[in-house]
């Protein structure tokens, strides 16, 4: 009977539905609201095609946010595993995002130039193939990326009558003047008003000498508007509409932002975004800095035997740098010297068996240092090769993580902007890291074969050690760069390792 009065009551088409299974409901077709059906069936939802989540990647061991750079695909594009689904910049670089799943790209939930995007955010869904990615279930959990902005700080309640002097608010449309402390002590002395001088120190600062010839505009009876010091009574409290003029001069702790568009006044800054390259830079920079115990060695290379070399490589058509015979000649100084192919990881020093060589690369995001693997293993073309690859990769943001995490080396080299020498800072956990300056032409004296004295001109090269003192001490330091020297004197001997 109660069968009956229920399929009487359009069950029969609630069958239907039923047995024409979820992808009918997903279709949008509407349920009856009976109130039968509601008690038998009160936990089933109508519910839309169920996503695959796409969520942020570790691209890197250091990264915990990324950007998105560039979508590569757009919805309802078909993706296969390990098709590009999109670009992120990571704290290293801007990596390409391969898809772990066949299906359907049916909705970005976090849109290009999104920026600080925590590990583990959902960014995008997928879908089966077959499925209705128009109809894909949006997660609960799914929201907008983080915001950098801080949030507006609540309004501050009224302050209440205290004791301590009134700060002077700045009046709209008239320029605070930062002043020098000697400049401060003479206006407020004498009660000068320096906002209708200009002053004449870097940057806008109003100087000594420019209160002094204010105070001497004063004396010869020309008109100034003077603020003399007025002292507060001390039995009453003035209000805040009440309070008196004190003649005050503080310097804002942060000047005003330029405005697009308008000409920058005096203190103005104009606030440049750090990217998240920029910021790990900062930190490692910091970190390495204040961490490590930083030694330095100096000794300057004659290049002339490498110069004459490249020269003859270049007749046979093979173009190789200064800079590739120098990673060659220190690769092969560190498989004589395996002490040196060392890293820290704060607790032990660890051997590496492997020589592979981090090179500095600077780029429009920050500095980044590829790394060239095995180099002992290669001949001066093949290392030539990998680090062109490897610099054009850097400059583009196309390295993959593998090519830039780890080394146990690092070499920067500076020479081709015109430095003579410089000092590095260790890249960790790695040791050391070699700073290359400029060839540059210098007078030696040398003995002929009959044993007389003469000057000979030498294009010499300052290579500076930047080495941890924990692992590497200054006598191991020495002996490497003594053992550098003659490797890069004498080219041939790269040839015999």
């Not at 038998?40 to 691209?59: C, D, F, N, Q, R």
């Not at 590990?119 to 907008?144: F, T």
């Not at 910091?286 to 100096?298: D, G, L, N, R, V």
Request: glycine share 8%.
């Amino acid at each position: 009977m109660a069968a009956s009065l229920w399929l009487s009551g359009g069950g029969e088409r609630l069958l239907r539905l039923l047995r024409a299974g979820r992808s009918a409901l997903g279709a949008g077709l509407s349920l009856p609201a009976r109130p039968g059906w509601r008690h038998l069936h009160g936990t089933w939802e109508l519910l839309g095609t169920p996503g695959i989540k796409v969520l942020m990647p570790a691209l890197s061991p250091t990264m915990e946010e990324g950007n998105i750079v560039k979508w590569l695909k757009k919805e309802g594009d078909t993706v296969n595993v390990g098709d590009a689904l999109c670009e992120i910049e990571t704290d290293k670089a801007v990596v390409t995002m391969e898809s772990s799943d066949d299906g359907i790209l049916a909705k970005i939930l976090v849109e290009e130039g999104s920026k600080n995007i925590r590990l583990g955010s959902l960014i995008g869904l997928l879908v089966e193939e077959g499925q209705d990615w128009k109809q894909v279930e949006i997660p609960a959990d799914a929201g907008s990326p983080p915001s950098v902005a801080p949030p507006a700080p609540a309004s501050a309640p009224a302050a209440p009558s205290v004791s301590a002097p009134p700060k002077l608010q700045h009046q709209p449309g008239k320029l605070q003047v930062r002043l020098s402390p000697a400049a401060r002590n003479i206006l407020e002395t004498h009660g000068l008003d320096p906002s209708n001088v200009t002053p004449t120190g870097p940057r806008g600062i109003f100087t000594k000498e420019d209160a002094l010839k204010l105070l001497q505009e004063k004396q010869k009876g020309k008109p100034s508007e003077l603020k003399p010091v007025v002292s507060p009574a001390p039995a009453a409290v003035p209000s805040p509409s009440q309070a008196p003029a004190v003649t005050s001069y503080p310097r804002p702790a942060i000047p005003p932002i330029s405005k697009p568009g308008q000409p920058a006044a005096l203190g103005t800054f104009t606030e440049i975004p750090a990217s998240n390259i920029r910021r790990v830079i900062a930190k490692r920079l910091t970190e390495s800095k204040t961490t490590i115990p930083h030694a330095y060695a100096a000794a300057d290379c004659a290049i002339d035997a490498v110069l004459k070399l490249r020269k003859e490589l270049a007749k046979d058509d093979i173009k190789v740098s200064v800079n590739d015979f120098i990673i060659k000649a220190t690769a092969v100084t560190l498989k004589q010297m395996p002490d040196v192919n060392v890293t820290w990881d704060g607790e032990a020093c660890r051997r590496l068996q492997s020589i592979d060589i981090s090179i500095a690369v600077a780029t429009d995001r920050g500095l980044i240092t590829p790394i060239i693997k095995d180099v002992a293993a290669k001949g001066i073309k093949e290392i030539a090769a990998s680090a062109k690859a490897l610099a054009k990769k850097a400059r583009d943001g196309k390295l993959l993580p593998e090519e830039y995490q780890g080394g146990s080396f690092s070499i920067s080299n500076l020479g081709m902007f015109g430095i003579s020498d410089f000092t590095a800072v260790i890249n960790p956990p790695q040791a050391c890291i070699l700073a290359v300056g400029r060839a540059r032409p210098a007078l030696k004296i040398v003995e002929d074969e009959e044993g007389n004295e003469k000057l000979e001109q030498h294009q010499l090269m300052t290579v500076t050690l930047s080495s941890d003192g924990r692992v590497v001490d200054d006598e191991l330091a020495s002996k490497f760069l003594e053992t550098l020297k003659a490797n890069i004197e004498n080219p041939m001997r790269l040839a015999l390792n």
